[in-house]
């Protein structure tokens, strides 16, 4: 491709994204599509020699896009978003032509030096005091990964890296089942291992930690001869929102000297507003935070921020230096894949510059307050329908609920059979998820382009297969 064909062709792909954009409503959320269907238009063999861009783009269309669900579609009320606002989009095609490697300050300056400022502009929206230093992760994995590390080489006194875990004290971790599985992966790859990550049973409307349970739990594995090494406390999980009262929690960690992180992936983006700040009072405790703004707030994945109290810990538990990666001459330098687990970083920072600078905190504030109030307003519309009931209720944006099968109907298969029956007819998008070993249906608002209109679409959705399915 030359220069000309190059220019041609990245209007044309511009084009081509202003037009999916602006049609997303008139397709539906989630391909009708079986297993193997896109694999089995597909050659078998790589192809010897080049074809031309327009026959490359004809099979795009024709083959890889009615197999593609639309993330970006506004009524995609499923999982939580991966949002990619368009000024985002706009910021991403100049990262990608540029086409930067910013694992170091001198391999791109320009990238380190944004990303340190933009971090703590965020720092700022979110309510987090001065001392919090931060870093930007692909996302909330690698950022609970690489405290999961932290915390277990503070725990072994910096010796797990040189010495290994044979021979060391067994480390524990806590947690309550309403975090996210990349904790258990976490754990995996940490070599903690799956049985050592304790879980702390949940009680109460937000399904917080047993705070009394916990401790109870710290105190039995040191008076067996296991060695705590940290907690991780979550701010709206996965599942239905669970929340744990993170003061609480924070007390328990300094009273027994553990690392406290926070898994705020979604939640976090809602802490620009001050008035849900109280989902996650005590967080200025927190030995590492972690929120994504590429889920709620409008920035393209992979956009992860990692809040961090003591830098020098996490450096010291990542940080490999080579020769060939001294920056020489330079002192007092941040060199950012020394606080990740990849050496290789993209440059994530400018698409939260032009996305911050173009739309500014109160308009996003305001999108989070409507996603908020269009949540709470649908599950009080249904839990006045007959033969729906709220299973858990709204955490910001996010609820599930439940119809009644009829008698003799096991609930459990009626729901999933509503769920997939609601996706199938294509208007609107949800998932399932199991609250007190029961199925319940999950909503959440927060794609970044939804309206009103699009909730009152999903009641009426919901309601319409529901008295279908009787």
């Given at each position: 491709?030359?220069?000309n064909?190059?220019?041609?062709?990245?209007?044309?792909?511009?084009?081509?994204g202003?037009?999916?954009?602006?049609?997303?409503?008139?397709?539906?959320?989630?391909?009708?599509v079986?297993?193997?269907?896109?694999?089995?238009?597909?050659?078998?063999?790589?192809?010897e020699?080049?074809?031309?861009?327009q026959?490359?783009?004809?099979?795009?269309?024709?083959e890889?896009?009615?197999?593609?669900?639309?993330?970006?579609?506004?009524?995609?009320?499923?999982?939580?978003?991966?949002?990619?606002?368009p000024?985002?989009?706009?910021?991403?095609?100049?990262?990608?032509?540029?086409?930067?490697?910013?694992?170091l300050w001198?391999?791109s300056?320009?990238?380190?030096?944004l990303?340190?400022?933009?971090?703590d502009?965020?720092?700022?929206?979110?309510?987090?005091?001065?001392g919090?230093?931060?870093?930007?992760?692909?996302?909330?994995s690698?950022?609970?990964?690489a405290?999961?590390?932290?915390?277990r080489?503070?725990?072994?006194?910096?010796?797990?890296?040189?010495k290994?875990?044979?021979?060391?004290?067994?480390?524990?971790?806590?947690?309550?089942?309403?975090?996210?599985t990349s904790?258990?992966?976490?754990?995996?790859?940490?070599?903690?291992?799956?049985?050592?990550?304790?879980?702390?049973p949940?009680?109460?409307?937000?399904?917080?930690?047993?705070?009394?349970?916990l401790?109870?739990?710290?105190?039995a594995?040191?008076?067996?001869?296991?060695?705590?090494?940290?907690?991780?406390?979550?701010?709206?999980?996965?599942?239905?929102?669970?929340?744990?009262?993170?003061a609480?929690?924070?007390?328990?960690?300094?009273?027994?000297?553990?690392y406290?992180?926070?898994?705020?992936?979604?939640?976090?983006?809602?802490?620009i507003?001050?008035?849900?700040?109280?989902?996650?009072?005590?967080?200025?405790q927190?030995?590492?935070?972690?929120?994504?703004?590429?889920?709620?707030?409008?920035?393209?994945?992979?956009?992860?921020?990692?809040?961090?109290?003591?830098?020098?810990?996490?450096?010291?538990?990542?940080?490999i230096?080579?020769d060939?990666?001294?920056?020489?001459?330079?002192?007092?330098?941040?060199?950012y894949?020394?606080?990740?687990?990849?050496?290789g970083?993209?440059?994530?920072?400018?698409?939260?510059?032009?996305?911050?600078?173009?739309h500014?905190?109160e308009?996003?504030r305001?999108?989070?307050?409507?996603?908020?109030?269009?949540?709470?307003?649908?599950?009080?519309?249904?839990?006045?329908?007959?033969?729906?009931?709220i299973?858990?209720?709204?955490?910001l944006?996010?609820?599930?609920?439940?119809h009644?099968a009829?008698?003799?109907?096991?609930?459990?298969?009626?729901?999933?059979?509503?769920?997939?029956?609601?996706?199938?007819d294509?208007?609107?998008?949800?998932?399932q998820?199991?609250?007190d070993g029961?199925?319940?249906?999950?909503?959440?608002?927060?794609?970044?382009?939804?309206?009103?209109?699009?909730?009152?679409?999903?009641?009426e959705?919901?309601?319409?297969i529901?008295?279908?399915?009787g």
């Amino acid at each position: 491709m030359n220069s000309n064909e190059f220019r041609e062709w990245s209007l044309y792909a511009a084009e081509w994204g202003a037009d999916y954009r602006s049609t997303l409503r008139e397709r539906p959320v989630r391909p009708l599509v079986e297993p193997g269907e896109i694999s089995r238009s597909i050659d078998v063999t790589p192809p010897e020699e080049g074809e031309t861009m327009q026959a490359i783009f004809a099979d795009f269309e024709q083959e890889i896009l009615p197999g593609m669900t639309h993330w970006q579609h506004p009524r995609f009320f499923a999982y939580f978003p991966a949002n990619a606002a368009p000024v985002s989009v706009v910021a991403e095609y100049l990262v990608s032509v540029m086409a930067a490697q910013c694992m170091l300050w001198q391999t791109s300056p320009a990238a380190t030096e944004l990303e340190t400022r933009v971090v703590d502009w965020m720092r700022q929206a979110l309510g987090l005091p001065e001392g919090f230093s931060g870093v930007m992760q692909d996302s909330a994995s690698s950022a609970t990964l690489a405290a999961v590390l932290t915390m277990r080489e503070r725990a072994l006194d910096w010796q797990g890296n040189k010495k290994g875990l044979q021979g060391q004290p067994i480390l524990r971790v806590y947690s309550s089942d309403q975090v996210h599985t990349s904790i258990d992966r976490a754990i995996w790859v940490s070599g903690i291992g799956e049985d050592n990550l304790v879980r702390i049973p949940v009680a109460g409307r937000l399904r917080a930690m047993d705070v009394t349970a916990l401790e109870a739990a710290i105190v039995a594995d040191r008076e067996a001869g296991m060695l705590p090494a940290g907690i991780i406390a979550c701010v709206g999980g996965t599942s239905t929102g669970g929340t744990d009262d993170i003061a609480s929690v924070a007390a328990v960690a300094k009273r027994y000297g553990l690392y406290l992180h926070v898994d705020a992936a979604w939640a976090g983006s809602a802490m620009i507003c001050p008035e849900y700040r109280h989902f996650w009072a005590g967080v200025e405790q927190a030995d590492s935070i972690v929120f994504n703004p590429h889920k709620w707030l409008g920035a393209q994945f992979d956009c992860s921020i990692q809040f961090i109290r003591r830098p020098e810990d996490l450096v010291r538990t990542l940080a490999i230096k080579p020769d060939y990666l001294k920056t020489h001459g330079r002192d007092g330098i941040i060199n950012y894949s020394e606080w990740s687990v990849p050496l290789g970083r993209r440059f994530r920072a400018l698409k939260l510059w032009f996305l911050l600078r173009a739309h500014g905190l109160e308009n996003l504030r305001t999108m989070i307050r409507n996603h908020v109030a269009w949540s709470e307003g649908l599950a009080a519309r249904l839990a006045r329908e007959p033969d729906f009931e709220i299973v858990t209720q709204p955490m910001l944006s996010l609820f599930s609920f439940r119809h009644l099968a009829a008698a003799g109907i096991d609930s459990d298969e009626h729901n999933l059979r509503l769920v997939n029956a609601i996706n199938d007819d294509g208007r609107i998008y949800l998932t399932q998820t199991r609250v007190d070993g029961q199925i319940a249906i999950r909503f959440q608002v927060g794609q970044f382009e939804t309206t009103a209109a699009d909730v009152d679409t999903a009641f009426e959705v919901v309601t319409e297969i529901a008295r279908r399915l009787g």
